[in-house]
């Protein structure tokens, strides 16, 4: 099995070195741009596996392998996917043999060609019952309706709409990082954390926490 993985991460880091492009590369100027849902639209759509020459098949599924085998895959495949610009990308925490077993399971997928936005790994393909993608209970499209669960679209003051962003913006740190989330707490959302103006300030740390007499940069 080691042999047959070292020769699949040399296929992936093949592929992740020669990317092909269904157009010919140019220097874009800026009247170029195009807006997300534009190029959504409009961008040229190839099959993953046809584009990459790397199939589902081709990956073995992840009961049998063993941590460092599925790491090792699992870093080979987000860089591949990063060098053509259909990145896989979580809100969450997730497991790596399951990230990596979702990224194998729907491999076989159609992916835009974009060249001005940043294309994503679909996690969730068309005919997918909602919450059982291959991520579980990790999913991703079930985490976002929970983390909105409550909220309306009703007109809110200033000061509603930055208290509601706060709640939905802590119920997603919780997720994402569990114990640790106080480390990204976003202060600039707290209206215990601005000045007069209600501009933030300090991200939380008031003149208390400063030393008057600390010269240390004298």
């Known amino acids: 099995m080691q042999k047959y993985i070292s020769q699949l991460l040399a296929d992936i880091a093949y592929a992740t070195e020669n990317v092909g492009l269904p157009f010919v590369e140019k220097e874009l100027e800026l009247h170029d741009w ?9 961008a040229p759509v190839r099959n993953l596996e046809e584009w990459t020459g790397i199939r589902k098949e081709m990956l073995p599924p992840e009961g049998m392998l063993n941590d460092e085998q599925v790491n090792r895959l699992l870093d080979a ?7 053509y610009n259909w990145s896989f990308v979580l809100q969450t ?27 994503f790994f679909e996690l969730c393909l068309s005919g997918t019952e909602h919450g059982k993608c291959a991520l579980g209970e990790y999913c991703q499209c079930a985490f976002y309706a929970e983390l909105y669960s ?17 709640e939905i913006e802590i119920k997603h740190l919780k997720r994402k990082y569990s114990e640790e989330w106080m480390k990204y707490y976003p202060y600039h959302l707290d209206a215990n954390y601005v000045d007069e103006n209600g501009n933030p300030y300090n991200y939380g740390f008031g003149d208390e926490d400063e030393d008057e007499d600390d010269n240390w940069w004298r």
Request: no cysteine.
């Open 34 to 42: 195009i807006s997300d849902e534009e190029e959504d639209k409009t």
């Open 77 to 83: 495949l987000k860089k591949m996917l990063d060098a």
């Open 93 to 119: 925490e997730v497991s790596q043999r399951i990230q990596y077993a979702a990224i194998r399971s729907n491999f076989n997928q159609q992916a835009k060609i974009k060249r001005w936005h940043t294309g």
């Open 150 to 166: 409550g909220f309306t679209d009703s007109a809110l003051s200033p000061e509603e709409e930055r208290a509601r962003e706060l």
